[in-house]
């Protein structure tokens, strides 16, 4: 096979990832411990991960959940959900356990399950300070939730209203803006200092804001930040294949039941993990910048984070393989993105 046909890179990483919880967990796993080595793991339960002590235990139910083959090789990477009451102390605690990485800011009611999210982020300088001291990255869920705001605006109107000033009241503070999908988006990041970074998902560089109404309504393209115009999903790609260190991988896989999605009022989240890495690959071959990949996948997440790139690596092929129409889901399916189509590439 020529070079392009096969690639191999270090092992990548996710770096923003929801696995859901009790016996949502063993269905969902084997597909990202197969394909990376680490992921940042969402604290958006039901009952959100506030604490270190709750990030703990759900870290204990990850790794009781995988399966035997994968718990020496892949490692959960916990991470904090930030509320108006979220205190210093227990940022410190967070830092000092060593399995907490980040700490996430869902605006209230911006998306699933962040009704306990933040309402009044001034609330939270102190801790936001303490992070920045400590060096423990703000993840960013980038959206206005003012239901007046066009919701195509709201990650730009977010940029405008709260993230510039983050940035401009904690230069060193590492901010991670989350799955991000406007032209506005990648120039923020660009422009800002290094400890400023992005994740970008495959989905919001598969599909533009048309892939909603094709034919009709399709819940399964539905996810927040929704998708965007050509336009941004194009900037998007530029990003991530640019080489540049301040974007990185992160799928936002987001697994829900058919019955949620398929709903009068359809959740949002999109599952990408069964095609992890393999969809990135697609993007960046289309992009003819596959020896760009290794880089956004599996060194500049670490880098920024401030841990080890994997050892081990893995090999792509460029070879077709089934999608299934569902997959069990708990006691329910879950439809996967590109349902019943193909894989471009695959692992070997
Ligand atoms: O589409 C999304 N799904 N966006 C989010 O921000 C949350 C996620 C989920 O948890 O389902
Ligand atoms: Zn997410």
């Known amino acids: ?14 770096w923003h990832l929801h696995v859901r919880d009790q016996e949502f967990l063993s269905s969902v796993l084997p597909d990202s ?15 959100p991960v506030t604490t270190t002590d709750r990030a703990e235990e759900y870290r204990n139910r990850i790794i009781d959940a995988l399966p035997n083959e994968y718990k020496l090789t892949f490692e959960p990477l916990m991470t904090l959900y930030l509320t108006n009451r979220t205190n210093a102390s227990e940022i410190k605690k967070a830092i000092n356990s060593g ?21 009044d982020i001034v609330a939270c300088y102190e801790v936001l300070e303490t992070m920045q001291e400590e060096g423990m ?5 980038g959206e206005v939730t003012d239901p007046n705001v066009d919701i195509f605006d709201r990650e730009k ?24 999908t406007t032209e506005h ?3 923020l990041v660009e422009s800002a200092s290094s400890n400023v970074a992005a ?53 936002d896989s987001a697994p829900h039941t058919k019955n949620t999605k398929e709903n009068a009022c359809g959740c949002a989240g999109i599952y990408t993990a069964h095609g992890g890495i393999e969809f990135y690959a697609e993007i960046f071959d289309k992009a003819d910048a596959l020896n ?12 920024f984070y401030g841990l080890p790139r994997n050892k081990s690596k893995i090999t792509l092929t460029r070879k077709q393989t089934d999608i299934a129409d569902t997959f069990p889901f708990g006691d329910e399916v879950c439809v996967p993105f590109r349902a019943g189509e193909k894989l471009a590439w695959s692992i070997d």
Request: aromatic fraction near 10%; include cysteine.
């Open 1 to 14: 096979m020529t070079a392009s046909n096969k690639i191999t890179i270090t092992t990548p990483d996710d």
């Open 33 to 47: 411990a197969k394909r990376f080595a680490r992921a940042i793991i969402m604290p958006n339960l039901t009952d």
């Open 185 to 187: 988006a990648v120039t």
């Open 292 to 303: 760009k990949l290794e880089a956004f996948a599996s060194f500049n997440g670490p880098d």
């Open 157 to 180: 109107v977010f940029i405008d209203q709260f993230l510039t000033n983050i940035i401009k009241n904690f230069p060193k503070l590492k901010v991670v803006f989350e799955h991000i």
């Open 99 to 119: 399995f907490v990485h980040a700490v996430k800011w869902y605006p209230a009611g911006a998306t699933t399950n962040s009704s306990q999210g933040v309402s």
């Open 199 to 251: 994740t970008i998902t495959a989905h919001h560089m598969l599909l533009n804001r048309n892939a909603l109404f094709k034919g009709g309504i399709r819940p399964h393209h539905y996810c927040l930040p929704v998708l965007k115009r050509e336009e941004h999903r194009k900037a998007l790609i530029k990003a991530a294949t640019s080489g540049s260190q301040k974007f990185f991988l992160g799928t």
């Open 137 to 141: 990255p703000l993840l960013v869920h």
